[in-house]
């Protein structure tokens, strides 16, 4: 059976960072395109970082370029992004997703979920 969890999110002030981790178990790891997704109170859920399956190729959407970076490591079949100079309006559940082999925008195209972690930037 396969398992994603997320955790590292929290109430931080503007101007801060955080460091959110994935940890998937019950499938190759290494298999998988890893994405990060969000999803703020009465808004759509939107993309906001891809790391293929060896990390040799990292995607972001626009708005989110310069301070994010995601990383993985296949060893500890663990999945990570660094957000700096938090704003309020990066306050969302931040979803953590695989899907086989590349990365893509939509979505419904990741296989596997998790529950979420909450990420709160009080200004």
């Known amino acids: 059976q396969v398992q994603v969890v997320e955790s590292g999110g929290g109430l931080v002030q503007a101007g801060g960072s955080l460091n959110l981790s994935c940890t998937a178990s019950?499938?190759?790891?290494?298999?998988?395109?890893m994405g990060w997704f969000r999803q703020a109170p009465g808004k759509e859920r939107e993309g906001v970082s891809c790391?293929?399956?060896?990390?040799?190729?990292?995607y972001y959407a626009n708005s989110m370029k310069g301070r994010f970076t995601i990383s993985r490591d296949n060893a500890k079949n663990t999945l990570y992004l660094e957000i700096y100079s938090l704003k309020p309006e990066d306050t969302a559940m931040y979803y953590c997703?695989?899907?086989?082999?590349?990365?893509?925008?939509?979505?419904?195209?990741?296989?596997?979920w998790g529950q979420g972690t909450q990420v709160t930037v009080s200004s």
């Open positions: 790391i293929s399956w060896n990390g040799a190729t990292t």
């Open positions: 997703a695989a899907r086989e082999w590349y990365c893509s925008g939509p979505s419904d195209e990741y296989s596997y």
């Open positions: 019950g499938l190759t790891f290494d298999d998988y395109a």
